[in-house]
């Protein structure tokens, strides 16, 4: 079982990394081109007067280090600002994207799973053959291929069958329940089906490592000798040991896939948190700016610990 001490270590060293991160994000916007007030779209000709009371109002005419004290102290009571884009509060906007974002990674992070973990256990069991060939050549070009070519791909490819862009049809004349789930699933195809595709190369290999390893084990040598069918080797010897670098990645690319999937959101305008942190870059907009990220950094740093976490529990020698 995993120690006390470990367990504080690694959340200790989750806080101050959430911390540096969130430090950094503060300025690293402030320093990019650009004037948050100039590129508010409704006023795109104010006077100088208007803008002096816009930055008074945003708290931009505060000096950098001021902003940043007064970013904190409204962070500790959970306060995100408001956006200077449709003056909303941020939490709300940031909660609503990130609803959004949720469903469709979900899908396409459990069908990259199933395709992959499946992909790596034929082409580990059907090594030199053109099954396993056919297989691992698969996963590798899925997995280097670029993640907005693919996007692009895809939505070139099935334009006028599948929606192209958005979450819902604006013109759907029946607004039932079942008519709007199905819209948005129409929706959600192509930008889950893209994640799935730059998803499960990964895990399709790692499963194919791990699986040649374990099949070389002596007692999946001696379930041959038993002659078991190849179902049950693979299932009940095979596949079961070789999960745990598997499940270890699982587990640490799920905080990588809401901040992966902007450029999905992005090609195919999903009103997700990837496409809300891209709009907000180009609008200038650091309160938003800022909880996206933070959303984001947070997912990464909290999936990392529960990947430290869970590979110290089955594995207990990590944490002596």
Same mark, same amino acid.
């Given at each position: ?5 470990? #367990? ?14 969130? @430090? ?70 940031? #909660? ?12 396409? @992070? ?90 499960? +190369? ?24 038993? +002659? ?19 499940? @270890? ?10 901040? +992966? ?26 309160? #938003?700016?800022? +909880? ?29």
């Amino acid at each position: 079982m995993t120690s006390w001490g470990y #367990m504080l270590k690694r959340l200790v060293f989750a806080v101050a990394t959430v911390f540096v991160a969130t @430090t950094l994000n503060f300025f690293l916007f402030r320093v990019l081109p650009g004037d948050a007030i100039r590129n508010l779209a409704r006023v795109p000709h104010a006077s100088p007067q208007l803008q002096a009371e816009l930055r008074k109002q945003f708290g931009l005419d505060k000096s950098p280090w001021e902003q940043y004290l007064l970013y904190l102290r409204q962070l500790a009571h959970g306060n995100l600002g408001i956006s200077f884009a449709d003056q909303k509060p941020v939490i709300d906007n940031v #909660m609503q994207a990130l609803v959004n974002t949720l469903p469709m990674v979900l899908v396409g @992070t459990v069908l990259a799973i199933v395709i992959g973990i499946a992909t790596g256990v034929i082409a580990a069991w059907w090594r030199g053959s053109w099954k396993g060939s056919l297989g691992t050549s698969a996963a590798i070009f899925f997995y280097a291929v670029p993640t907005q070519w693919l996007a692009l791909v895809l939505l070139i490819a099935f334009a006028g069958v599948l929606p192209s862009h958005g979450m819902s049809d604006p013109y759907l004349l029946d607004d039932s329940w079942t008519a709007h789930t199905l819209d948005v699933g129409r929706h959600m195809l192509l930008p889950s089906l893209t994640l799935a595709l730059t998803l499960y +190369g990964e895990y399709a290999l790692i499963t194919r490592s791990a699986m040649l390893e374990t099949l070389g084990e002596d007692y999946v040598l001696t379930a041959r000798a038993k +002659g078991l069918r190849p179902r049950v080797i693979v299932r009940r010897h095979a596949l079961r040991n070789a999960m745990l670098p598997v499940t @270890t990645l699982i587990a640490l690319s799920l905080g990588y896939l809401v901040a +992966g999937a902007i450029l999905i959101e992005t090609v195919f305008s999903w009103p997700g948190i990837g496409f809300a942190a891209y709009q907000a870059v180009i609008q200038r907009d650091y309160p #938003m700016l800022q +909880g996206t990220f933070l959303v984001l950094t947070v997912s990464v740093i909290f999936f990392n610990l529960l990947a430290d976490l869970l590979y110290a529990w089955l594995d207990p020698r990590i944490s002596e």
